[in-house]
């Protein structure tokens, strides 16, 4: 079993879409990006969703689509020469992911769009009771959670913005 080469975990509702390859993929270095998502991995949709995504990858990057639990249980067996970008929808997925054993050391939060329920703590980030929750998983884990849309933005700690917005 090795340890895989994770170069950057991202949450983004959008999944992946040009703004993750132009931006973040070229930041990060990434060769592989892995969506993480159950619905775009098997869905019924899947199929439409990886056809959109795979298009906006610009054929630049290797493209994966895995559920959660197929995820924690290949990750390991990654090449040392693939760096992975993880892309999730959201936090409750990443929590899982970290609570699978997949070694995520720094979360990245882009697009968690406003949505009855939810309250909005930044520009482009709204949270309910249950996404604070696995923010709360991951950073007992070790996981650095950050609000940071794009590269040449501040990082801002998730629990700071939480905090100021309540």
Not at 72 to 97: E, G, M
Not at 98 to 108: A, D, L, R, W, Y
Not at 118 to 134: F, L, Y
């Amino acid at each position: 079993m090795t340890t895989p080469n994770i170069v950057w975990t991202r949450i983004d509702e959008r999944l992946l879409h040009g703004q993750i390859r132009i931006t973040w993929g070229k930041h990060t270095e990434a060769n592989l990006i892995l969506v993480a998502n159950d619905d775009a991995a098997e869905g019924p949709n899947a199929a439409f969703m990886q056809a959109g995504m795979k298009a906006s990858a610009g054929g630049e990057y290797a493209v994966r689509f895995f559920t959660i639990k197929k995820t924690i249980d290949v990750i390991h067996n990654a090449s040392d020469k693939q760096r992975i970008f993880i892309l999730c929808n959201n936090p409750t997925d990443v929590a899982r992911l970290v609570e699978g054993g997949v070694p995520i050391t720094h979360c990245n939060i882009g697009n968690m769009h406003y949505h009855d329920g939810k309250k909005q703590i930044s520009k482009t980030v709204s949270v309910d009771d249950n996404d604070i929750r696995a923010f709360e998983i991951m950073t007992q884990k070790g996981v650095c959670c950050t609000v940071q849309n794009t590269p040449d933005q501040t990082a801002l700690d998730i629990f700071d913005l939480v905090k100021s917005a309540a």
